[in-house]
């Protein structure tokens, strides 16, 4: 559940209120089919880390070797740091919601507040302190039904795929695919299960775990879509800033609706920037083969860990003041998602089917299959937002 909701942070909740308003649920039907292609991925990863025993970083290094490690080491930290500067304006800008007050004054606060976090709790006080947030998210579910969209069209448009070439809809899809299949929500499902230490026995029901809370994630970005593409996309607006995407939360709270979207863009920030940093000092204390998990205190042995958690927020603070808007960063953050996550999804495919990995417990073809049209699908759309533009 932790992971499935950090999927939903705040750039994929920009990135949803962008696309909804441009383009209204022309792009529901790539919402519906990404659901089966998370699930594969969230199931594959729970394996891995269950049978293994070991995060994704340290399988890629001790089975891929240490050049794709850091290859795949390098995409992660450079994507995370990416989503971290879009995730504290995003959380900062929620703030600022609430305050009047510009966003800019908490960037720095709440980077702090994440930090201390993760350097003051365990790993079982820092997920259970975590997993309430998804509840948040169901005011999007009720702002959807009392946005009375057109159901029908809803439907058409989600059951019937239709696409426009061009470069606002290929920007759209690249970004949707790079913010929901992005590798930091892998590879932390593959920390939670190397943390927890389950026993074998247990693999099909923490497969059905990790399914079950990506499917409820899925679901969710169906809403956010359908919601902001009811309640924005007629007024013809544009999303730039976070005031403009609270109004996709207007039926439901009216005046309310800016204090309601800060109260879910904040707490969907809180998890991610906290996942997001975790995932960050896992992978460079795999590649460097250092002690550190956020269940050992901080120490010579494992400052390493520590360092890299609250350097990626310190950095992350910084890039906030390039100036771009909240908003236009997030969707941004989602495109940068979608170009670097397939070297790491086609590393967790060939690692899963590995028999010098998962022994005789390899998966079934069934869930293979989608797992790599997932990984083909996310391919497909950057060579054609790389090419087309060229193309005219």
């Not at 919402?31 to 991925?41: N, Q, S």
């Not at 899925?218 to 879509?225: A, E, G, K, Q």
Request: aromatic share 8%; glycine share 8%; with cysteine.
């Amino acid at each position: 559940m932790i992971a499935a909701a950090s999927d939903n942070d705040p750039t994929t909740v920009a990135t949803l209120a962008v696309v909804g308003a441009s383009t209204g649920y022309r792009l529901a039907w790539l919402v519906l089919l990404l659901l089966p292609m998370l699930v594969a991925v969230q199931v594959l990863s729970t394996r891995l880390g269950l049978i293994t025993g070991q995060n994704l970083a340290q399988l890629i290094r001790g089975h891929l070797g240490v050049g794709w490690g850091w290859l795949g080491a390098s995409l992660v930290l450079a994507v995370n740091l990416f989503t971290i500067g879009a995730d504290l304006e995003g959380g900062a800008a929620a703030l600022s919601l609430f305050t009047g007050w510009d966003w800019q004054w908490f960037v720095l606060p709440l980077a702090t507040s994440v930090g201390l976090l993760l350097l003051m709790g365990t790993y079982r006080h820092v997920t259970r302190m975590l997993s309430y947030v998804m509840l948040v998210f169901l005011a999007y579910v009720a702002a959807t039904f009392l946005a009375s969209p057109d159901w029908t069209d809803v439907l058409r448009h989600t059951l019937e795929p239709s696409f426009d070439w061009s470069a606002d809809d290929l920007t759209a899809a690249l970004s949707l695919l790079g913010t929901t299949l992005t590798s930091y929500v892998f590879i932390w499902q593959t920390v939670q299960e190397a943390e927890q230490r389950r026993p074998l026995r247990l693999l099909a029901a923490a497969e059905r775990q990790a399914a079950a809370g990506i499917a409820g994630a899925s679901v969710l970005f169906w809403f956010i879509l359908v919601g902001t593409g009811a309640t924005l996309r007629p007024t013809g607006r544009t999303v730039e800033t976070a005031q403009d995407a609270a109004q996709a939360l207007a039926p439901v709270a009216g005046p309310l609706a800016a204090e309601l979207f800060g109260i879910g863009l904040l707490a969907s920030a809180v998890l991610a920037l906290a996942v997001l940093a975790a995932t960050s000092g896992y992978v460079v204390t795999a590649m460097l083969k250092t002690k550190g998990s956020l269940d050992t205190p901080v120490s010579a042995a494992t400052w390493m860990f520590y360092a890299v958690v609250l350097g990626m927020l310190i950095v992350g603070a910084c890039l906030t003041s390039l100036g771009i808007e909240p908003i236009r960063l997030l969707f941004l953050a989602g495109i940068a998602g979608g170009l670097g996550t397939p070297v790491l999804l086609i590393m967790l495919l060939r690692l899963a089917t590995s028999p010098r990995v998962v022994g005789p417990r390899r998966p079934s073809p069934a869930l293979m299959l989608v797992a790599w049209a997932a990984a083909t699908v996310i391919c497909a759309a950057d060579i054609a937002y790389l090419v087309w533009p060229a193309l005219g």
